[in-house]
Antibody
Framework: QITLKESGPALVKPTQTLTLTCTFS??????????VGWIRQPPGKALEWLAL???????RYNPSLKSRLTITKDTSKNQVVLTMTNMDPVDTATYYC???????????????WGQGTLVTVSS | EIVLTQSPGTLSLSPGERATLSCRAS???????LAWYQQKRGQAPRLLIY???SRATGIPDRFSGSGSGTDFTLTISRLEPEDFAVYYC?????????FGQGTKVEIK
């Protein structure tokens, strides 16, 4: 059974750097084809994909936020970390991590999600 | 970036009725890499459909997806009380992956 859980601060100040950790079980980021991504959702608004890291350390970022994002993995700890610099009140959102995978012939969307963590940006 | 436009914004229906949700892409979605998610208040999204028409594990067969290219549809054949929620489409064939703005299915 695959489970993911996000952790990090509930409140950050404008201009600060946000660090979120996704801790997972039931999957391994050393297995070919496996990826873990981050998606956010401002209150009452739609979902926005942020970043994704694959088993081979291939990293993908949303171009609109790329300059502010860094995604890394710690395979031994079963964790993926997302940092976002220069936080602003518009970054207030629930942040989710999620699993996806690719076989040799096709890729699949995010099929397992964490419960999400609400991050508020305010002074 | 592929922009996904969902319609209608809100669908007001009664239990037992059929729901038809639309998702239109600004350019062709490669390999029909189009997914549908259901999200209830306070919960994470739940994958319903992938590859435009394949049901995810454990999803009831009243949910079906169709379409290709730029036009996709999610159909719920007979609405159950637990189906009233917000539905999002997502394309995952081109980077960046993008989501539609959502369709809310509410009780009439």
């Amino acid at each position: 059974q695959i489970t993911l859980k996000e952790s990090g601060p509930a409140l950050v100040k404008p201009t600060q750097t946000l660090t979120l950790t996704c801790t997972f079980s039931g999957l391994s980021l050393s297995t070919s084809g496996v990826g873990v991504g981050w998606i956010r959702q401002p209150p009452g608004k739609a979902l926005e994909w942020l970043a994704l890291i694959y088993w081979d350390d291939d990293k993908r970022y949303n171009p609109s936020l790329k300059s502010r994002l860094t995604i890394t993995k710690d395979t031994s700890k079963n964790q993926v970390v997302l940092t976002m610099t220069n936080m602003d009140p518009v970054d207030t959102a629930t942040y989710y991590c999620a699993h996806r995978h690719c076989s040799s012939v096709r890729c699949y969307p995010f099929d397992y999600w964490g419960q999400g963590t609400l991050v508020t940006v305010s002074s | 970036e592929i922009v996904l436009t969902q319609s209608p914004g809100t669908l007001s229906l009664s239990p037992g009725e059929r729901a038809t949700l639309s998702c239109r892409a600004s350019q062709s979605v490669s390999s029909s890499y189009l997914a549908w998610y259901q999200q209830k208040r306070g919960q994470a999204p739940r994958l319903l459909i992938y590859g435009a028409s394949s049901r995810a594990t454990g999803i009831p067969d009243r949910f079906s997806g169709s379409g290709s290219g730029t036009d996709f549809t999610l159909t719920i054949s007979r609405l159950e009380p637990e189906d009233f929620a917000v539905y999002y489409c997502q394309q995952y064939g081109s980077s960046p992956a993008t989501f539609g703005q959502g369709t809310k299915v509410e009780i009439k």
